[in-house]
C-alpha cells in the first residue's frame, strides 16, 4: 500500500525563521509531487509541482525538493511570516489521482 | 472568478436522506476529480472523469455513491442513504491534462 507521512505534525515558530517541513513516501515509483497549502476550513491551494522526473522547484521563498531513491520530498520556507501559518500537505501520485498525507500545521508566531 | 466552484458549501442532514453536490470546473479543463477529507486528515481520492466518462473509482466509493459529469463539464456527487460516518469535506478539483490540479473550496457534509 503508497503510503505518505509527514513530520512534524505541527510546528510553530517565531516569524522570521527558514524552515523545513519533511514529507516521505513508500513507493519509489511516484510520478508527480506536489504541496500543497490547506487553510482552516478551505481547499486546497497548490504550491509547488516537482514532476517525476524533476528534482527541485522554487516559487518565491518556497524550494521543494524530490529524492526518489531516498523516497523523501522536503519543501523549505524562507523568512516564515505569519501569513505562512496554514497545513501543508504533500501528494504524490498521476496527475489528478493523488495520495496525500496528513500534514503539517504551521503556526509562525508575530 | 473562474476557479472551481461547489455547491452547497455546507449541507446537514438528516441519517438516511440523500445528498447531491455539485461542482463546476474550470472551462476547458478536461479532467475532474472528487476526493473526501475528514478532521485532521489529507484528501482521499474518491473519483475522477476525463471529460464525461469516470475512468477511475476507489474503493472508498460505496454503492451509495454515485457521480456522473453528463456532458464533460459540471459534475454532481449524490451520496444515498447518508450515515454518519459520510460526515466530511467534499472537494472537487479539476485539471488540464498532465497539469497542475485545481481544488475548490469543498462542500461540508454533517449527518445528524
Known amino acids: 500500500k503508497q503510503e505518505v507521512t509527514q513530520i512534524p505534525a505541527a510546528l510553530s515558530v517565531p516569524e522570521g525563521e527558514n524552515l523545513v517541513l519533511n514529507c516521505s513516501f513508500t513507493?519509489?515509483?511516484?510520478?508527480?509531487l506536489q504541496w500543497f497549502r490547506q487553510d482552516p476550513g478551505k481547499g486546497l491551494t497548490s504550491l509547488l509541482l516537482?514532476?517525476?522526473?524533476?528534482r527541485e522547484q522554487t516559487s518565491g521563498r518556497l524550494n521543494a525538493s524530490l529524492d526518489k531513491s531516498s523516497g523523501r520530498s522536503t519543501l523549505y520556507i524562507a523568512a516564515s511570516q505569519p501569513g505562512d501559518s496554514a497545513t501543508y500537505l504533500c501528494?504524490?501520485?498521476?496527475?489528478?489521482?493523488?495520495?496525500f498525507g496528513q500534514g503539517t500545521t504551521l503556526q509562525v508566531k508575530p | 472568478d473562474t476557479g472551481v466552484s461547489q455547491d452547497p458549501r455546507h449541507k446537514i442532514t438528516k441519517r438516511g436522506q440523500n445528498v447531491t453536490f455539485r461542482c463546476d470546473p474550470i472551462?476547458?479543463?478536461?479532467?475532474l476529480y472528487w476526493y473526501r477529507q475528514t478532521l485532521g486528515q489529507g484528501p482521499e481520492f474518491l473519483t475522477y472523469?476525463?471529460?464525461?466518462?469516470?475512468?477511475?473509482k476507489s474503493r472508498l466509493l460505496s454503492d451509495r455513491f454515485s457521480a456522473e459529469r453528463p456532458k464533460g463539464s459540471f459534475s454532481t456527487l449524490e451520496i444515498q442513504r447518508t450515515e454518519q460516518g459520510d460526515s466530511a469535506m467534499y472537494l472537487c478539483?479539476?485539471?488540464?491534462?498532465?497539469?497542475?490540479?485545481?481544488f475548490g473550496e469543498g462542500s461540508w457534509l454533517t449527518v445528524v
Open positions: 478539483a479539476s485539471s488540464p491534462f498532465g497539469n497542475t490540479i485545481y
Open positions: 513507493d519509489s515509483a511516484i510520478y508527480n
Open positions: 516537482i514532476q517525476s522526473s524533476q
Open positions: 501528494a504524490f501520485g498521476n496527475t489528478g489521482k493523488l495520495i
Open positions: 472551462s476547458e479543463h478536461n479532467r
Open positions: 472523469f476525463q471529460n464525461e466518462a469516470q475512468l477511475e
